[in-house]
């Protein structure tokens, strides 16, 4: 029982501490994977995160809106950190972000 009990702690540490370093590799992730196709000239149209209010980027990606299959270009770690980021800059942040993806 006791065993377990610092088993689920330590989960825990390891899933609260790379919680932060995502946060600072939302940004970068979001230009590197996202802005591979949502650029100017890609092969979708450009996307910042202002364009969606934070829970309408959680529902996209949690529902699967999303038309291509991005688990091939990037691996959910990195997915999320990227909502992450999202939902910092959404469209009702305190600091909203556009137009981040340069051409
Ligand atoms: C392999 C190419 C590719 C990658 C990588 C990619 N997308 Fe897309 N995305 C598309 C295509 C194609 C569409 C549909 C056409 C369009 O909207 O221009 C699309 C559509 C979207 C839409 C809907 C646009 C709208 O107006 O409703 C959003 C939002 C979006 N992508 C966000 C993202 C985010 C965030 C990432 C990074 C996590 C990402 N995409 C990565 C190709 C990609």
């Known amino acids: ?48 995160p202002a364009d969606k209010a934070s829970v309408v980027w959680d ?8 038309p291509v299959d991005l688990a091939k270009t990037m691996s959910n770690q990195e997915l999320q950190s990227v909502i992450q980021y999202l939902k910092q800059h959404a469209a009702d942040s305190d600091q909203p972000a556009a137009a981040v993806i340069p051409n």
């Open 1 to 48: 029982m006791r065993k377990r009990l610092v088993l689920a702690m330590a989960f825990w540490w390891a899933m609260a501490l790379p919680a932060a370093a995502l946060a600072a590799d939302g940004a970068t992730l979001f230009l590197q994977k996202c802005g591979g196709c949502h650029k100017k000239g890609g092969q979708a149209a450009p996307v910042n």
């Open 59 to 66: 529902k996209y990606f949690a529902r699967g809106r999303h």
